[in-house]
């Protein structure tokens, strides 16, 4: 329930519940790897708990502690990475989605600052933030201001069309607000902050997009790792992965380390698949000691000459 200083009362509905399963499974030599898998997102706790809901956590859970225990250390080097579609946005919230918020670049101290109207990505990246869409984990009907959420493009073809704004965000700057102005609670002060942020759906087959890579790795699901938010650099966990050799998927690998900055990565996407989706079941941002519930989605991205962390060595790559 919110009332603003100009006298609306609005109220909105936001639930919110997630199952988390985790399965561990150990081999005839005692080794053990542990796959987890969530479910969730706008919903109840009925929903949650719903049969097929919870089967498909579980199945997913099982087939990654099935597929790390079969997995070989990743390759280290240069390489072209693959990343599947749904949750391995959160890089694009992470590393990217934070650096066009409104209050870093009011202060100068994004990388995105001053480049509205640039072209810092390939024509294919058109990046979003919508909290109006149905359904999802991050939408709101109105941000904590009580403004109306909306859907705004802030990567049209490549070109950075614009920021997430705050109703004093976008005041200072001369610009309207987005809807994003959001806090944790009464307590905390509103500033700009990420809804559900997306790729938009480009023009390739996830398929052709695997085919088109001779010496790579496929991310299938994405874990933690540490981000500057500000200069978008990263060095993210990859908790499943496979080979890609010849254009075809081979064996799994784990302990993938990703690591880059957003502005690079986001220069380095060379095709976008046209399979989007928005995960629904996780999706908690911290910024400034607040957290609040967001989601993140894209299609299969293929990103050039990214640099992987992992335990053996591949052969040098000239980009």
């Not at 749904?86 to 101290?109: K, Q, S, Y």
């Not at 990246?125 to 869409?133: A, F, H, M």
């Not at 480009?202 to 001779?214: E, F, L, R």
């Not at 299938?220 to 500057?228: K, L, P």
Request: net charge negative; glycine share 12%.
């Amino acid at each position: 329930h919110i009332i603003t200083a100009d006298g609306q009362s609005m109220v909105d509905h936001r639930p919110s519940a997630s199952l988390n399963v985790r399965i561990t499974l150990t081999d005839k030599d005692g080794n053990s790897e542990t796959g987890s898998a969530l479910a969730g997102g706008p919903v109840t706790c009925k929903d949650v708990f719903d049969e097929a809901t919870y089967k498909k956590a579980t199945e997913k859970a099982l087939k990654q502690a099935q597929m790390l225990l079969i997995a070989e250390d990743a390759p280290a080097g240069v390489m072209d990475v693959v990343l599947n579609h749904g949750w391995p946005a959160v890089i694009l919230h992470e590393a990217i989605g934070h650096g066009l918020e409104g209050d870093f670049n009011r202060r100068g101290i994004s990388v995105y600052s001053g480049k509205i109207g640039q072209q810092i990505a390939c024509p294919e990246v058109t990046v979003v933030d919508q909290g109006n869409i149905p359904g999802e984990r991050g939408s709101l009907s109105f941000d904590d201001e009580g403004v109306p959420t909306q859907e705004n493009i802030l990567i049209e073809n490549g070109v950075l069309k614009g920021y997430m704004q705050d109703r004093q965000n976008a005041q200072l700057m001369g610009v309207d607000p987005t809807g994003n102005g959001r806090r944790e609670s009464y307590a905390h002060t509103p500033m700009p902050r990420m809804t559900n942020t997306y790729f938009r759906n480009g023009p390739h087959d996830p398929a052709d997009i695997i085919a088109s890579v001779q010496d790579g790795l496929y991310i299938e699901d994405m874990g933690g790792g540490q981000v500057d938010i500000t200069s978008g650099k990263f060095n993210m966990n990859a908790t499943l992965a496979y080979r890609i050799r010849n254009g075809k998927l081979c064996e799994p690998v784990k302990g993938a380390t990703l690591v880059g900055d957003g502005l690079t990565v986001i220069k380095s996407i060379v095709m976008v698949g046209n399979d989007l989706a928005i995960e629904k079941s996780a999706g908690m941002c911290g910024k400034n000691g607040q957290s609040v519930v967001v989601s993140c989605g894209q299609p299969t991205v293929r990103v050039a000459n990214m640099t992987v962390g992992g335990s053996k060595k591949s052969k040098p790559k000239t980009p």
